[in-house]
């Protein structure tokens, strides 16, 4: 059970836990540059400090020294407050995501997490359907076509996307028999006995097709290449956020990028079984190491993709979504339910 | 820890699981089907489905159970509507094959019929509905299934505009009917009809009880059936939905939704609002009255047919709003048996409810007849139709007639359980008004009859053959003559419409 | 006041204020977030209540799908090109109003003075917690006690599709999408040329048959283009210029 902390604590976790994200996104441009020049033949950022790693501070130097332009057809009010929308969904998602368990430093009893909601996983999902509204009412209030068609993209898009995302984690919650991240991650820190054979109980064994849509369907839903439509440059100029520069572009920037951690710490805790990891019971540190490098490798993923992938075109973008990956993910809870109807007993 | 269900008793709800069964073969078989096939198929499977489940109603007949956890109740109210709602659609499909084949740029008959059966589905589940919830879903699933019917003719604009209006008048009665029922569930803390019923006369203290609470969620209950069963003045919507739909869609949704939401009303007013029966006694018979008086007198001075019928359905909501104002049965509603106090009001409903069935998806079959000849649907239409056809004329002026409640046809028993019924309860001037109004109605009715008698024809209609279509007819024609004859069986059945539910059954269930 | 009274009255005040604002918006787009504002807080409502599985599925649902999808409509919307709702009929606007405080005053009065009241349901924290938490007190009851009620609500769903479908595919399903479609526009559709139908009785007019051609139309001209307007919506029109 998780250990009552006074509600100081619980704000001195949320503030280290979101420092460190917003830093983890600002290197993760730098790692995305670094591995795409990686693969591209290329060096990457090098002039900023050893191996560019200042790199990203010189760049959000620069966006803030930039001119705030708006559109004098802008929907002022809409305007300002799109961008903010999604950066902060996307950052309080991370509230439910858990480090670990409950651990003793200096003497107090803290909690590797914000809050364990017994919805949690939902949490998540909702929060990332809130986001879209940053993209569609940016969209809508920069008066740009080309912004508006990203942004009509992006409804349609993340609309259909999200229904195949939630489905594929219903697998999950119906092995685990619960919808807290914390214990969804608990129950895959057991063992699965295979006779000689014992495996970690990780969810990305018993359903790894929940787990390949999964990764589909986020991909979508984060607006990432090969399914980054909505920003489309070769068609849309660069979609939904053309119209908006310095701080605020870089609240999109922000909000893009987190979304990606945000959606690989969430992976990582459903399928790859969280903290799990050889010495994670013994040091919670090493639990935490674990998950950010299994976060790291879906980050890799991502960026992968990009630099591999061309766009789908749009009608193959929707096809995909519900002729294809729809009846998969039904498919997918229809026998999930039968086999534990079968390990129950409830059936033959 | 595993979840404990039980298994619904699926033999006492056999009529609606066919429905059920029907409307999912008609979706597969419509993908799967070859095109060729698919008019004598998919016709013959819905006629067939509607007539297996009105078989499967005699094994519900007297059986007074629950099951669903008391979500589905089999009464004799289920037994009597679902007979009206079934033979509605037999008669609706007969109606609409060859029309909606043939007519209006075709149609897509596969979905036309998997629509329908929803829809009729939806209208089945009402009657049995034991609980607001079921209620409210059934209605939805029948409505809705509605809306897009009346649409169907989608090319053109009178159709598509007639169902937008009612799609929106009818999602804000939605609207309004639930939260109604929010306000009646908080003040009696449970959906379950009976439980309402319960619930409330527990807490009826003193002779002038009146809870503002309560006669809110009642008040906004009316309103919203009214809407749903075009009671003036929550009729707006009702001519130009009818004069906009496909006829037969408008043969169908004058009489099953209407029906659906008659039972819905029974089964709120009378089942869980039983015990406030003096408070919305008043209110339904000066709705009757308005209802009677406005649809009677502005059908007068329509010239279209079929906006004529549409007024004149009006009416006769309002003469079936007579037959539920009349009824004075006990204080708890069905708990107790109603029918040993002598009630003859919700009888001379659901009496008048079938007649009406047959009175006017008959008349909507002529104008769908003479439309397949070429003709439009006003009045001129009809000119000299006795001498180009003379038992087309004779058919319509049996309907015709019927509606008006000339003697020896159905129309007349209706009205005359009706009038008895109003007598009965002390309504003297209730039971006036529809004598009087009636005799108004003659006005437009036999105007219709004498176009066709005595006027000349203008054009000579085009040869077609409707087979199934005539089969129709000529069966509506029958059932108008022959079934006034047979009326005291029918108002034996009618009469059980409030046997109580079998408790011992209900716990059995778990509830 | 205890904190959780506070923040109560804080959501119901913005709850209260954007389904206002929703009203009174003249800008559509801005109505819709009004209302994402409105439901958000409808969310919150049920948070406090200890229903957050509703909650989220308030978000998921109806913030997250069905009012992106309102969203999306909207904005397609010309503001400039709507009914002028506020400005016009003023008959209607007074009536509105009046009948809207008519029936908020019956509601307070109705609950001000209400003496009957529920039976309590056996939904306590003891027995929700005996279930293993508030989602699976819902499922529960979801699936024994609502079952028929929750499967045909998923059947007014799949009536909802098919009548979407067919109310939306253009042509007679299934038939005559051709190649001879492509690079066409149908002018044919009644709702652009409703004057160029027949004139046939009033009301409804049968539609042309298949069987007998259509009259060749007259060709006109728009933009210095030929259009052929064809009567049959079957039919379809060439556009572009003709010699």
Redo the contacts between chains.
């Keep these: 059970m998780p250990a009552d902390m006074p509600l100081w604590l619980n704000f001195v976790v949320a503030f280290v836990i979101m420092n460190v994200l917003l830093v983890g996104m600002a290197y993760m441009t730098w790692f995305e540059r670094k591995v795409m020049a990686a693969m591209q033949d290329r060096m990457g950022p090098t002039r900023t400090g050893p191996a560019g790693l200042l790199q990203p501070i010189a760049d959000g130097i620069k966006l803030l020294g930039k001119e705030d332009l708006i559109p004098a057809a802008a929907?002022k009010l809409?305007f300002f407050f799109a961008p903010l929308i999604i950066f902060v969904t996307a950052i309080v998602s991370v509230a439910v995501i858990p480090f670990g368990g409950t651990v003793e430093i200096f003497g107090a009893d803290v909690n590797l997490f914000i809050t364990d909601?017994?919805?949690g996983a939902?949490?998540v999902?909702?929060?990332?359907?809130?986001g879209?509204?940053g993209i569609?009412?940016g969209?809508?209030a920069s008066a740009n076509r080309f912004s508006?068609l990203g942004?009509?993209r992006a409804?349609?898009q993340?609309?259909s996307y999200?229904?195949i995302l939630?489905l594929a984690l219903v697998g999950v919650f119906m092995l685990s028999g619960s919808?807290s991240l914390r214990e969804i991650m608990l129950t895959q820190q057991t063992e699965l006995d295979l006779g000689p054979l014992a495996l970690p109980n990780w969810f990305i064994l018993s359903q790894p097709l929940a787990f390949v849509i999964y990764m589909i369907a986020a991909v979508a839903e984060t607006n990432r290449a090969p399914f980054d439509l909505p920003e489309a440059e070769t068609e849309l100029v660069s979609g939904f956020h053309t119209e908006y520069s310095a701080f605020r572009f870089s609240f999109y920037f922000l909000g893009e990028y987190i979304n990606m951690i945000v959606i690989s710490l969430f992976a990582a805790t459903l399928f790859l079984g969280g903290t799990d990891g050889p010495g994670s019971d013994a040091y919670w540190g090493l639990g935490i190491l674990w998950l950010l490098l299994k976060t790291v490798a879906f980050l890799f993923f991502y960026v992968w993709l990009r630099t591999t992938l061309p766009r789908f075109r749009y009608d193959q973008l929707m096809g995909i979504a519900w002729k294809v990956l729809l009846p998969l993910v039904l498919l997918n809870i229809v026998v999930t339910a039968f086999i534990r109807l079968v390990g129950?007993g409830?059936v033959f | 820890m595993?979840l404990d269900l039980q298994t619904p008793d699926f033999g006492i709800a056999l009529p609606q699981v066919i429905v059920f069964g029907l409307a999912i073969a008609l979706v597969l078989l419509d993908a799967f089907l070859d095109k060729a096939k698919h008019f004598a198929w998919l016709t013959g499977l819905s006629l067939g489905g509607y007539a297996a489940a009105m078989v499967a109603l005699v094994g519900q007949d007297g059986e007074n159970k629950s099951t669903f956890s008391g979500m589905f109740v089999a009464d004799g109210l289920t037994v009597f509507f679902s007979l009206i709602i079934l033979s509605a659609a037999v008669l609706s499909v007969m109606v609409a094959a060859s029309y909606i084949e043939r007519l209006e740029g075709r149609m897509p008959i596969g979905e036309f019929y998997v629509l329908l059966a929803f829809s009729v589905l939806g209208a089945l589940l009402t009657t049995s509905a034991g609980d607001l919830i079921m209620v409210f879903v059934g209605i939805e699933l029948s409505s809705l299934a509605t809306y897009v019917l009346t649409a169907f003719a989608k090319r053109r604009l009178s159709s598509v505009e007639g169902a937008l209006k009612y799609f929106l008048l009818g999602i804000f009665a939605s609207a309004i009917l639930v939260y109604g029922m929010a306000w009646i569930y908080g003040s009696s803390g449970t959906t379950n009809l009976d439980g309402i019923s319960r619930h409330i006369t527990s807490q009826i203290g003193g002779e002038d009880f009146r809870e503002p609470s309560l006669l809110l969620g009642l008040l906004l209950l009316v309103v919203g059936l009214g809407f749903k069963m075009a009671a003036v003045p929550f009729h707006m919507w009702t001519p130009d939905a009818y004069d906009g739909a496909p006829t037969p869609v408008t043969a169908f949704m004058s009489v099953v939704p209407k029906a659906a939401a008659f039972a819905a009303t029974v089964r709120v007013l009378v089942q869980a609002l039983g015990p406030l029966r003096d408070d919305w006694l008043n209110l339904i018979a000066v709705l009757a009255l308005i209802t009677m008086a406005f649809g009677n007198i502005v059908a007068i001075s329509q010239r279209n047919v079929k906006r004529m019928l549409a007024y004149s359905s009006i009416a006769h909501t309002g003469y079936m709003l007579v037959g539920l104002a009349a009824y004075q049965g006990g204080q708890t509603g069905f708990g107790t048996g109603a029918a040993e106090t002598g009630d003859q009001g919700i009888p001379s409903l659901l009496y008048y409810m079938l007649a009406y069935t047959f009175m006017n998806i008959g008349a909507f079959a002529v104008v769908a007849w003479l439309q397949h000849r070429g003709a439009g649907m006003t009045l001129d239409d009809f000119s000299g139709l006795a001498t180009t056809n003379p038992l087309a004329a004779a058919a319509m002026t049996v309907f015709m007639v019927s509606l008006m409640g000339v003697p020896p046809l159905l129309g007349f028993y209706a009205k005359y359980y009706v009038i008895l019924a109003a007598i009965d309860a002390d309504l003297l001037w209730l039971a006036l008004s529809v004598v009087v109004l009636s005799a108004v109605s003659a006005f437009f009715y036999l105007r219709v009859v004498a176009v066709m008698y005595f006027n000349e024809p203008d054009v000579q209609p085009r040869a077609t053959t409707t087979p199934l279509l005539n089969i129709g007819i000529a069966a509506m024609v029958v059932a108008n003559i022959v079934l006034g004859l047979f009326s005291a069986d029918l108002t034996d059945l009618a009469e059980r419409w409030s046997d109580p539910v079998d408790v011992e059954a209900a716990v059995a269930d778990g509830r | 006041m205890p904190w959780d009274v506070i923040i109560f009255y804080l959501i119901a005040a913005v709850c209260i204020t954007s389904a206002v604002g929703v009203v009174v918006a003249n800008?559509p787009?801005?109505a819709g977030?009004f209302l994402?504002i409105c439901f958000?807080n409808i969310a919150a409502t049920f948070v406090m209540m200890g229903a957050?599985?509703l909650?989220?599925?308030q978000?998921?649902v109806y913030?997250?799908?069905i009012l992106?999808?309102v969203?999306?409509v909207l904005?397609?919307v010309d503001p400039d090109d709507l009914p002028e709702f506020h400005t016009a009929r003023p008959v209607q606007r007074v009536v509105g109003l009046l009948l809207g405080a008519i029936l908020l005053l019956e509601v307070g009065a109705a609950i001000l003075s209400r003496t009957v009241t529920g039976a309590r349901g056996d939904a306590t924290a003891q027995n929700i917690a005996a279930a293993g938490?508030?989602?699976q007190a819902l499922g529960r009851v979801l699936y024994s006690d609502y079952l028929l009620a929750f499967e045909v609500v998923s059947l007014v769903l799949l009536v909802g599709v098919i009548g979407a479908i067919v109310l939306a595919l253009p042509e007679r399903l299934g038939e005559q999408i051709s190649i001879t479609r492509r690079g066409t526009i149908s002018l044919g559709h009644p709702r652009g040329t409703d004057a160029a139908l027949p004139a046939g009785p009033a009301g409804e007019t049968p539609m042309v048959d298949r069987e007998t051609p259509s009259p060749t139309p007259e060709p006109t001209t728009a933009g210095g283009r030929t259009l052929i307007m064809v009567t049959d919506p079957d039919e379809r029109t060439t556009v572009g210029t003709r010699p």
Excluded: K, P, R
């Design positions: 929907d809409v909601l017994n919805v939902l949490y999902l909702a929060f990332g359907s809130i879209v509204y569609i009412l969209a809508y508006l942004g009509l409804a349609a993340v609309v999200e229904i939630g919808l129950n409830q | 595993i | 800008n787009v801005h977030v994402v958000l957050e599985f909650a989220v599925v978000v998921i913030t997250g799908a992106v999808l969203l999306f904005m397609l938490g508030n989602t």
